[in-house]
């Protein structure tokens, strides 16, 4: 459903709304193409005028640090025109529908909509309502997708372990109501990947995940041992009702990354974190500022990694 809605008759990106359903080539089509733009990222001029023209609105009815910046800096490197919609200070404080807003945008001539929202299926809403030529782009759906921290994780990873095939992947924590979690499941299963782990504790483990592909692990130190890649989850409390755990010192006890645990995989494991971090509660600083931690370079990738979305999604 979703893959049909996300490619045009030519098998070409037209929407990003999940990971779930885009097939390898695709997967591995963006990350190439994000390659090449890495190049474009680390020049004096850093811009080429693949969108030129195009307006890009960028509609983040949920805060957000990395993605919007990053999906802004991405659009105008691209020489799209950008659109930052203040949505506190929009007419949707008014009462005015979802619908009726991105219809209204249109009106003003939109290529391109970059949505967040904290109700699943919400871009996907849009994406059926858009006319032919407006591409949507989904930026986190409540805890249900967000392709292209899964994308950057997915080409953070390849950078540093250049395969997939060989890999032990751990994603630990709060996986119940991560969106991260999700898309990377699926990029990392579509890829190759043999091995993917979720650890957390039983009220944070979605029930039945292991129908996803992955093994759980309650004992965060027995789910470590000989991982390549370990992705740390933020606790969304903004998502939990009720109390699913005692406390957050509890539960960095059970499941924080420390220097001790982190050094039961193997010696060369990255890790990672999509951010924002909360230190102490589910990594610490030594880890999270030290030798083994890519998590600043995701963030810089994900420049690459959303040029890459964009212009393939004008291009179709
Ligand atoms: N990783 C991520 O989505 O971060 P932001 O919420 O800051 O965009």
């Not at 993605?67 to 025109?81: N, V």
């Not at 093994?215 to 130190?221: A, E, K, W």
Request: proline share 5%; aromatic share 4%; glycine share 8%.
């Amino acid at each position: 459903m979703a893959s049909n809605l996300q490619l045009n008759a030519n098998g070409e990106l037209r929407h990003l709304l999940s990971i779930e359903g885009l097939p390898r080539e695709v997967l591995l089509r963006i990350l190439d193409t994000a390659a090449s733009f890495v190049g474009v990222t680390e020049r004096e001029v850093k811009k080429v005028p693949l969108l030129r023209g195009k307006s890009v609105f960028n509609l983040f009815f949920e805060p957000s640090t990395r993605t919007r910046t990053t999906f802004e800096i991405a659009a105008k490197r691209l020489s799209a025109d950008v659109i930052n919609l203040n949505i506190a200070a929009s007419s949707q404080t008014k009462g005015e529908s979802l619908l009726d807003t991105v219809a209204n945008l249109s009106a003003m001539q939109a290529d391109l909509f970059v949505m967040r929202h904290a109700s699943s299926g919400a871009p996907f809403l849009i994406a059926h309502h858009v006319k032919p030529h407006e591409h949507v782009i989904n930026a986190g759906d409540g805890r249900h997708a967000h392709p292209t921290q899964g994308l950057l994780d997915l080409y953070t990873i390849r950078h540093y372990k250049k395969e997939f095939s060989n890999l032990t992947v751990a994603i630990v924590g709060d996986v119940l109501h991560s969106r991260v979690a999700r898309s990377l499941i699926h990029g990392l299963t579509t890829l190759g990947a043999p091995e993917v782990r979720v650890i957390g504790p039983r009220t944070l483990l979605p029930t039945g995940v292991e129908s996803l592909g992955v093994r759980s692990f309650l004992d965060m130190r027995e789910g470590l041992k000989g991982c390549d890649v370990i992705v740390m989850l933020r606790l969304q409390s903004e998502r939990m009702r009720g109390a699913l755990l005692p406390s957050a010192q509890e539960f960095f006890k059970h499941y924080g990354l420390t220097p001790e645990k982190l050094a039961l995989a193997r010696p060369d494991a990255i890790v990672m974190h999509p951010g924002p971090m909360n230190r102490g509660v589910e990594i610490d600083s030594n880890v999270a500022d030290g030798p083994h931690s890519v998590i600043l370079p995701q963030v810089t990738f994900g420049i690459a990694v959303r040029m890459a979305v964009m212009s393939m999604i004008a291009e179709s």
